[in-house]
């Protein structure tokens, strides 16, 4: 379990809203452990700001304790910014539930949800450097890179995660395909497509912010072949969530 208010002990209302991350949650132990470096991550780059952590399932806190201990602490507003990646069920309609019942509970404390993390510029750099950091050469066309991701029930989702591949090898030799660990199309597609396109040597990029059971599937998956680490606490994240806090920031009222 993480606690409440990890960073900042006795931190309360400061005049800032209070930032809650909110995480997916899993069973996997490394999951829960890299949201807390995240979570200390972006409690270091703005000390001024009381942090909390929070699940929408499987572990602890809650987003429903982390609402109470902001309201308990003396904040009158918090931006919840969910550590998803996409737009799919979880933040379009379990999280907005959530704080909808935050509210009723709080009918003072003004809760404002921020757009998910990705995909962004700043995060498909951190996937590009988690690439480069398994010896990859930005110069190799014989270089192809698989971009795992979850995959979504919605084709329109998986097409927006599509769109990053194209981005992720701008300015390189690199080929790269996209693959799905829930639903098609499977690594072993993608990297049968960039052998076909030359490549004989292939780098697994998962776009998944923590390590956990879809990971390990698509690690066995890969065999011989390298697979780079999960986005994690990289700089890149840090700044693209306290840019979504920054931008839900709720308007001054006008005199």
């Given at each position: 379990?993480?606690?409440?208010?990890?960073?900042?002990?006795?931190?309360?209302?400061?005049?800032?809203?209070?930032?809650?991350?909110?995480?997916?949650?899993?069973r996997?132990?490394?999951?829960?452990?890299?949201?807390?470096?995240?979570?200390?991550?972006?409690?270091?780059?703005?000390?001024e700001?009381?942090?909390?952590?929070?699940?929408l399932?499987?572990?602890?806190?809650?987003?429903?304790?982390?609402?109470?201990?902001?309201?308990?602490a003396?904040?009158?507003?918090?931006?919840?910014?969910?550590?998803?990646?996409?737009?799919?069920?979880?933040?379009?309609?379990?999280?907005?539930?959530?704080?909808?019942?935050?509210?009723?509970?709080?009918?003072?404390?003004?809760?404002?949800?921020?757009?998910?993390?990705?995909?962004?510029?700043?995060?498909?750099?951190?996937?590009?450097?988690?690439?480069?950091?398994?010896?990859?050469?930005?110069r190799?066309?014989?270089?192809?890179?698989?971009?795992?991701?979850?995959g979504?029930?919605?084709?329109?989702?998986?097409?927006?995660?599509?769109?990053?591949?194209?981005?992720?090898?701008?300015?390189?030799?690199?080929?790269?395909?996209?693959?799905?660990?829930?639903?098609?199309?499977?690594?072993?597609?993608?990297?049968?497509?960039?052998?076909?396109?030359?490549?004989?040597?292939?780098?697994?990029?998962?776009?998944?912010l923590?390590?956990?059971?879809?990971?390990?599937?698509?690690?066995?998956?890969a065999?011989?072949?390298?697979?780079?680490?999960?986005l994690?606490?990289?700089?890149?994240?840090?700044?693209v969530?306290l840019?979504?806090?920054?931008?839900?920031?709720?308007?001054?009222?006008?005199?």
């Amino acid at each position: 379990m993480i606690p409440l208010l990890l960073y900042r002990p006795g931190l309360t209302n400061t005049g800032r809203p209070a930032l809650v991350l909110v995480a997916h949650g899993s069973r996997d132990p490394r999951s829960a452990a890299t949201v807390s470096e995240v979570v200390a991550a972006v409690a270091a780059a703005r000390p001024e700001l009381a942090v909390y952590p929070a699940f929408l399932d499987l572990n602890a806190p809650s987003v429903d304790r982390a609402v109470d201990a902001v309201a308990a602490a003396g904040h009158r507003a918090g931006v919840v910014v969910p550590l998803l990646l996409g737009s799919a069920f979880h933040a379009r309609v379990d999280l907005p539930g959530l704080l909808a019942a935050g509210r009723s509970r709080h009918p003072y404390l003004d809760l404002t949800q921020a757009g998910v993390l990705g995909p962004d510029p700043r995060l498909i750099t951190a996937l590009r450097d988690r690439v480069l950091d398994t010896g990859a050469d930005p110069r190799d066309p014989g270089l192809g890179v698989a971009v795992a991701a979850v995959g979504a029930s919605s084709p329109a989702a998986n097409d927006r995660t599509r769109r990053l591949v194209r981005s992720l090898i701008a300015g390189t030799a690199w080929r790269a395909e996209i693959c799905f660990a829930t639903t098609e199309p499977a690594l072993p597609e993608a990297t049968a497509r960039l052998r076909e396109q030359g490549c004989d040597r292939i780098v697994v990029a998962p776009w998944f912010l923590a390590p956990g059971r879809l990971t390990d599937r698509l690690h066995a998956a890969a065999g011989d072949h390298r697979f780079a680490a999960t986005l994690g606490a990289h700089p890149g994240l840090v700044e693209v969530v306290l840019d979504r806090y920054t931008t839900a920031l709720p308007l001054p009222l006008s005199a």
